[in-house]
């Protein structure tokens, strides 16, 4: 351990499978994605057909041929933007699988989600207002859902969009409000029910579960206040995935006890309701790995560094500032064998911002090694500042059973 700082140790093996030869063909730095793990996670969730549809929200990752790849087990996109409204609708997916959020939403996205029969989460009073003078403008009504911001706030939801002041929905309080400006323009919005993406990395399944109900009492509240019966409620994303050494979610139990919250939802509501899964991270983390080859080895007053061909510029979540917590797991994927040191990670970029990780556990790394970083999957590529210093853009590459595709944007 070098200053003081937390040593974190090296995770053991993903596997071999990062090692063929085929994925370095294309230089680095490389994101390689696994459908196959997106696929499992996806199953994971599913509790029969009466469970909860499972959407995926598209900021997470919205490469067109990894969706492409996943469409068939999805039941919907959550999309926050014209590119991703695009997207979802070249993947093929109908209008009741498209939900569309975001707190600044322009005419045009309305525009085009009211002509695709998307569903559009309504952040505030006049976004409805705007909404329905977009349907109004095209002779149809809008499907819409009050995207709600509750009073309490989950500390469990490591990043949190609800509970405190945000432009993420109406707050709770205001509900009045919306249910008057609801009815005031029932001609051309039909308000379908609540939706609350209550915020990220929440890995407590208690936690997660505790806003599932709270979500289906706002619903409720809702249809009493409004009169009008609930058919959709949507749960957000915000399933956590462990960082090295933390617990996960038990997603088998949280899955039972939300079914039986549903169950009471509907005996209550009606059998035909709609309960929307949309998780990002949680589908997609584990589905990626990033791969960055060392170019020097610096030692500094004594600090060891490997700096990297990719850092902040291709992947700003791993870098220190832009994750809470723990660092992503690193391995040396050229050596696994070299006698363990303390080594600081960071990007190519001219700033300390471009500092991975520090002081983290690994295989002595030499100029030439390749480094790989776990849960890449999410909030990768796409999250990624590409034009900050001009280094090339990461490759991406799908490796879907043993047959490895290169990925075009
Ligand atoms: C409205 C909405 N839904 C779902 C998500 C996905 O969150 P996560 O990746 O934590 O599941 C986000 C993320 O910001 C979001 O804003």
């Given at each position: 351990m070098l200053g003081g700082a937390p040593a974190w140790g090296h995770p053991p093996?993903?596997?071999?499978?990062?090692?063929?030869p085929r994925l370095l063909a294309h230089g680095t730095p490389v994101y390689v994605y696994d459908p196959a793990v997106a696929r499992a996670r996806v199953r994971a969730l599913?509790?029969?057909?009466?469970g909860p549809e499972v959407f995926l929200?598209?900021?997470?990752?919205?490469h067109p041929a990894l969706l492409a790849a996943l469409a068939p087990d999805l039941d919907g996109v959550d999309v926050a933007s014209e590119g991703e409204l695009a997207v979802a609708l070249a993947a093929g997916f109908p209008g009741s699988g498209i939900g569309v959020t975001g707190p600044a939403k322009t005419p045009a996205l309305l525009a085009r989600a009211v002509a695709a029969g998307g569903v559009v989460s309504v952040e505030s009073v006049p976004e409805l207002v705007d909404l329905a003078e977009v349907a109004r403008a095209a002779g149809v009504r809008a499907r819409a859902l009050i995207r709600l911001n509750p009073?309490?706030?989950?500390?469990?939801?490591?990043?949190?969009?609800?509970?405190?002041?945000?432009?993420?929905?109406?707050?709770?309080?205001?509900l009045p409000e919306v249910v008057a400006a609801a009815r005031a323009h029932a001609d051309a919005v039909d308000v379908e029910g609540v939706h609350v993406?209550?915020?990220?990395?929440?890995?407590s399944d208690a936690a997660w579960l505790r806003h599932a109900v709270r979500t289906l009492d706002l619903a409720d509240a809702l249809a009493r206040a409004s009169g009008v019966p609930p058919r959709l409620v949507n749960l957000g994303g915000g399933l956590g995935v462990p960082t090295p050494g933390e617990p996960g979610l038990d997603v088998a139990r949280l899955m039972r006890k939300l079914s039986g919250a549903v169950a009471r939802f509907r005996a209550a509501h009606g059998p035909g309701v709609r309960v929307v899964l949309e998780p990002g991270r949680f589908i997609m983390a584990e589905a990626g790995v990033f791969i960055a080859r060392v170019l020097r080895c610096p030692v500094s007053r004594g600090a060891r560094f490997a700096a990297l061909d990719g850092g902040l510029n291709a992947f700003?979540?791993?870098a220190e500032r832009f994750h809470?917590?723990?660092p992503p797991a690193i391995r040396n994927l050229t050596c696994e064998d070299r006698p363990v040191v303390p080594v600081t990670v960071v990007g190519?970029?001219?700033?300390?911002?471009?500092?991975?990780?520090?002081d983290v556990l690994l295989p002595e790394p030499r100029p030439g090694d390749l480094l790989l970083f776990e849960q890449?999957?999410?909030?990768g590529w796409g999250a990624?500042?590409?034009?900050?210093?001009?280094h090339d853009v990461p490759v991406e590459l799908m490796l879907d059973g043993d047959d490895v595709q290169v990925m075009v944007r």
């Open positions: 093996p993903v596997s071999g499978r990062y090692s063929d599913r509790v029969g057909p009466a929200a598209l900021k997470a990752n919205s009073a309490e706030r989950i500390h469990a939801f490591r990043v949190a969009t609800a509970g405190l002041a945000s432009p993420f929905g109406v707050p709770q309080e205001d993406h209550a915020g990220s990395q929440c890995t700003l979540f791993a809470d917590g723990p190519p970029s001219c700033t300390p911002l471009d500092t991975l990780a520090r890449a999957g999410a909030y990624s500042p590409h034009g900050f210093l001009l």
